[in-house]
């Protein structure tokens, strides 16, 4: 990373890291709170089990990405998966979140990965939205959603609606309640995994966040005036040795391929309607 870059980061997070303890409310406080201090771990207990998996479930994104490719914003970045998945195809990248801990992890492993194209601010995603003036060819909004409180969802998907350039495309992706049973097959599958999961060191205080309701999701997208132009669904999968080789990666592909329909991680990409 640039130390241009990192530098304007450092700067950014205490200023907006101020603004956002002044006037947030509990709610986003305690989210702050659960997510710095599981920042450090996070990418360990929760995307790198779920990478196979995860990668099963956002392959037909990349059908589904903007034809012009200049600006990309990720909303609640958090330890910045989806820059992982899409910065380098964009010019330049804009990575948002409210916890300054999970922004410190961000900007290590852009360093580390090469990734010299983004960066970063530390604040709310409605305050950022609301005040940006660019418009992004691609907004990236995935695993963030449900931590809202009901009532700001339409709120925060009509600010992103507004940022969105001509032809740009929102993606998003939330764990969703269902009725459906996890199939037998994919409990079987995830049985070794669940005998040695990977765990938090320190457990926090859980954060207020619960599933969405898929029906509720889906009218919320369109009062904020976004229409769903592809979406998929899928189960968590995960390695069933400490390897995680390529035989793990193509079990869990065949799996999500059969049962991925009925799954209770939902995905969407939504362009203006």
Known sequence: MRERTAAVYSAAVHTARRSVESGSSAHAEKDIRYHDIIAAQYDRVVV???????????????????????????????????????????????????????????CATTRRLGLSNVDFVAANADDFLAREQRQFDLITCVGFLHH?????LV??????????????????????LTAVAEPRAIEWWNRIYRRRPELYDETPEDPDEA??????????????????????????????????????AIGIAILHRIFGSTGPVYWAACRAA
């Open 48 to 106: 790198e089990p779920r990478w196979a998996s995860i990668n099963a479930l956002f392959r037909p994104m990349s059908r589904a990405l903007p034809a012009q490719r200049r600006l990309m914003l990720d909303v609640g970045t958090g330890t910045g998966h989806m820059l992982r998945r899409f910065a380098r195809l964009f010019a330049a990248v804009v990575a948002v979140d409210h916890s300054e801990a999970m922004l410190d992890v961000t």
């Open 148 to 152: 809202l409180q009901p009532s700001s």
């Open 155 to 176: 709120r925060l998907l009509s600010l992103a609606r507004s940022r969105l350039a001509p032809g740009g495309v929102l993606i998003l992706s939330e764990p969703i």
């Open 211 to 248: 599933p969405l309701e898929l029906p509720a999701l889906k009218a919320a997208l369109a009062s904020a005036s976004l229409r769903i132009a592809a979406e998929g669904r899928g189960w968590e999968l995960f390695p069933r040795n400490a390897a995680r080789g390529a035989g793990d």
